[in-house]
């Protein structure tokens, strides 16, 4: 990806499609998905994400059976470094039926290496408080 954002949108759109490889091409390594409950999970490459993690469309559609897609309501920019680019994200969560099951919100940082940019940690907050 050439820049931050695009990082972030082509990394989302895999989730979406529920595509591995589009998916993994996404993901920079070693990459680190944390849960809102303290679960961290880390892939040192490609294989070691495919052989020991579940993706993470597995790991919505066990908690919401109907998921469709997820919905980007929000990417906001919170930090920045010539090599790295912190977000705020916020989305739906959206149901078989076209309603939102539930809004989250996760931070997703974006880093830069070998002149590309690639998703390398995912921290899913869970619901927001009021």
Known sequence: MEDAKSAILGHHEAINKQDTEE???TVK?????QNFNGVALTAETAQDYED??????????RTEKEWAYSSLD???EVARS???VVFKVAASRINNSGDTDIVIH?????VKTDGNWGIQFRHNLGKPVA
Request: proline share 7%; net charge negative; no cysteine.
């Open 29 to 33: 390594f070693p990459f680190t998905y």
């Open 52 to 61: 020991r993690l579940e993706m993470p469309w597995e790991i919505i559609k």
């Open 106 to 110: 996760a931070i997703w940082i974006a």
């Open 23 to 25: 998916y993994l091409a």
């Open 82 to 84: 010539e090599s790295s």
């Open 74 to 76: 929000l990417l906001e």
